[in-house]
């Protein structure tokens, strides 16, 4: 576990389980489904070109992106939504897909490594 890992801050996890590794196990869990969910859902909204979906989607997540610092996926979430609210989701859809399946894979990739 001493690896630096850059697409989640497991300090704040270890300081909310204080060594209680079920309890370290069900929150990594958590986060992964969170995760996997945001995933689906955002890359669903996105071609379904459903702006509520999207913004659910964001919004279930908010808490997990700040409690934990996934700080790249919140500035991709964020770069999306300001996309979306200049009309020019169409134009920029492609390349902020990417960087999102990007960030994703890339925490989820962090968590479960971490287990190991």
Do not use: W
Not at 61 to 82: A, M, Y
Not at 83 to 108: Q, R
């Amino acid at each position: 576990m001493e690896k630096n890992y850059t697409n989640i801050d497991f300090t704040k996890i270890e300081e909310m389980v204080e060594d209680d590794v079920d309890f370290r196990n069900q929150l990594l869990d958590a986060i992964e489904i969170a995760v996997e969910e945001l995933e689906t859902t955002y890359l669903k909204g996105i071609e379904n070109k459903d702006s509520n979906s999207i913004k659910l989607a964001r919004h279930k997540i908010k808490p997990t992106l700040g409690l934990f610092g996934l700080h790249r996926l919140s500035n991709i979430l964020s770069e999306g939504k300001k996309i979306m609210e200049e009309g020019n989701f169409n134009s920029c859809l492609e390349g902020h897909m990417e960087d999102f399946k990007k960030a994703t894979n890339a925490v989820l990739k962090d968590v479960r490594e971490y287990r190991e």
